[in-house]
């Protein structure tokens, strides 16, 4: 059997895909290693959200061409966002002897048996169809205890940005059916969360199944099943939705809602079709609704144009909203965009590093904030395993999100426990039993 060794970079999605892809080529005869020097087929699972992402898969393609020259016949793999957006100039490097988009996953076995010295493969059509729903996917996670599920691709949202909707395609939802079937089975071989994935997952929609309504169907295939989503979008978010999940406490009290910007002149030129008062708003509705929901969110600074007096309203809002926690970022102009074509990058790099800074200092606080409310608290935690520093420690989350680690060796991975917390770092709440 021909060993596939694959790394995965980029989003949860990704991650998603390269178990479908495991699971496609598992069907085609080929075994999985994740011992790079035994592998026949190379591959990488590529990014393309930001210009640092690409980078850093240059340099592994570079690193996977020295295992490449030393094992002749050894084939080097581009699939992904990566594959979707350089297509052709991806071969050109000489460096690579397949490119498949991520839509293309299906044609893999076929792909790498037409491979033969000289003969690089390309696939990056993109589908209006393909959600993989009747795959299973291999799961890649040791551990056993959490399961990401993608309920739909693609996007349509069109944020000017953003390079998604180009690598990806337009947006389709997978048959709630086979959503809630796989979630059945992960409950069956002893996971105890799920994360449903889609880019938008607030759009989702098959036949008459809304998020909503799939959100309530998968919660009931067990109370022991613990549920979480990622990523709502904050035009979307619906007031059905925030209803449904308060309803079902094995959904997990966690909401990823990226604002982006706190100025409305920003939102207006990233096309995300709300302004600020609309996001504090719903920001309010989850609260009012569940109060112990976490709020998570995702920022650009330093977009096309932005001034200080922009920047300094993203710093307001964060203190207003009062995050958990925030993915920080400084605009990286992708070709192509609506922003590439349309806006100059023109914030110079020192100004985009300083806001980045700024925001990143602000949100330590916030969330060292966040973990101070949570002191004397009681939560359930769902065990993940040994703590990382110290193994007569327990680590696992609570359904807001939130890293827990307690002194315990009794409880095993997938088991619920009460603790209470005592002392919090800005990313640990450190407890003991309750
Ligand atoms: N530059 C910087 N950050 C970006 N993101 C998306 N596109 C870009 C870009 N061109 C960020 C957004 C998004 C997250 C996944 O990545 O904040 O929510
Ligand atoms: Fe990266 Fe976006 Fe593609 Fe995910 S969808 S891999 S974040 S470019």
Redesign the pocket.
Known sequence: MKKVYIETYG?QMNVADTEVIFSILSGAGFERTEDISAADVIMANTCS???NAEQRIWGRIDSFNTVRKSRPGTVVGILGCMAERLKDALLDSGKVDLVAGPDAYRNLPSLLAAISDGHPQIDVELSREETYGDISPVRIDKGGVSAFISIMRGCNNV?S????PYTRGAERSRDWKSIVREACDCFASGYREITLLGQNVDSYLFEDVDFADLLAKVAEVSPLLRVRFS?SHPKDISDKLIETMARYPNICRQIHL?V?SGSDRILEKMRRRYNREWYLGRVHKIREVMPDCGIST???VG?CSETEEEFRDTLSLFEEVGYDSA????????PG?L?ARNYPDDVPQEVKNRRLEELIALQNRLSLESNRRDLGREFEVLVEGPSKKNPDELCGRNSQGKMCVWPDTSHKPGEYVRVRVLDCTQATLLCREA
């Open positions: 989003c959200i930001r210009d944020c940005y953003c390079v998604v990523t990226p982006q995702d920022a650009i977009f993915f920080m970022f400084f605009y990286s102009e992708r965009t922003a």
